[in-house]
């Protein structure tokens, strides 16, 4: 599998997290709170994944592996908290643009962590994201819900987010992506259930449509990002990845265009262009300067 699959894997898995904003508030239009819609996710997709472990290859993993497993998962789950709560005070489109923020925070964490510092190429590709994220998040719109907790829980999220990817790209224990997965997700979901008690598991919410819910958001946002990150991410690195992963804002507009039916203006379409010529920046680049090597 050549560099760019794995990068077409880190951007799928973007542009499914990009759909999770959806599903949230549509939970939340039926009346289901925070626990019980960020609970459900995290405990269905962690489900859904040990099913599809079975049939992948395992190796013994020793306790120690598993804690850092699964203690891995955490931001993962902080990151779903954060981001449905912002959900709960603003408007989609602007929650996603808060969320986007993980870009530039994740080039901070590359410099504390690994001291080096950004080259001109992934600021330059950060700063036509951000720009875009600007027109195609409707923030220059006079009616878009302002709120300081939603701000806040928003950049949260961001931080949270860039801490998982940052953490995707380093775990190195050999296991299987798939099974790995599990593991982490495992983690999210226990750490959640602490912050959260699961009251859902017996209240009777299950059977009155969170359980469709919970599916949809667990696969969109705990299934598939986490399998595609833990397999894309090591191989294209965090600072790629992180630009890569900006595909969930352009998605996360297409959905609530699609299913909830909000009005896109000119602009915001404008802004999803910007963005994916933001992330194609990069790709573009490094093909061309490899094709000078030739």
Not at 55 to 72: D, G, T, Y
Not at 228 to 247: E, H, R
């Amino acid at each position: 599998m050549g560099i760019w699959k794995y990068a077409l894997l880190v951007f799928l898995g973007g542009c499914s997290y990009g759909v999770v904003s959806t599903f949230v508030k549509l939970g939340y239009s039926e009346g289901f709170g925070l626990s019980e819609v960020t609970g459900s996710q995290y405990f269905l997709g962690a489900i859904m994944l040990w099913i599809i472990a079975i049939f992948v290859p395992k190796i013994h993993l020793s306790a120690k592996q598993w804690l850092i497993l699964m203690i891995s998962g955490i931001p993962m789950g902080l990151t779903g908290i954060f981001y449905n709560k912002a959900l709960g005070y603003v408007d989609a489109s602007f929650a996603i643009i808060l969320l986007l923020q993980f870009t530039w925070i994740s080039i901070v964490l590359h410099y504390i962590f690994d001291k080096k510092a950004p080259n001109r190429k992934s600021l330059f590709a950060t700063a036509i994201i951000l720009l875009g994220s600007a027109l195609a998040s409707g923030f220059l719109k006079s009616d878009i819900t302002f709120s300081f907790a939603g701000i806040s829980w928003g950049m949260l999220a961001a931080l949270s987010f860039a801490t998982f990817i940052f953490i995707s790209a380093r775990t190195s224990i050999p296991v299987h992506p798939i099974y790995k997965s599990a593991i982490m997700t495992t983690g999210a979901s226990l750490f959640i259930f602490i912050l959260l008690p699961p009251t859902f598991l017996i209240n009777g919410s299950l059977s009155s449509g969170l359980l469709m819910y919970g599916l949809l958001i667990g696969l969109f946002g705990s299934l598939i990002p986490p399998v595609f990150f833990n397999i894309g991410m090591p191989k294209v690195g965090s600072g790629l990845g992180t630009i890569l992963s900006a595909s969930e804002l352009p998605m996360a507009i297409l959905m609530s265009s699609v299913v909830l039916h909000e009005v896109v203006t000119f602009s915001q379409w404008i802004g999803i262009i910007v963005i994916l010529a933001g992330i194609a920046y990069p790709n573009f680049q490094r093909k061309k300067s490899r094709i000078t090597d030739l």
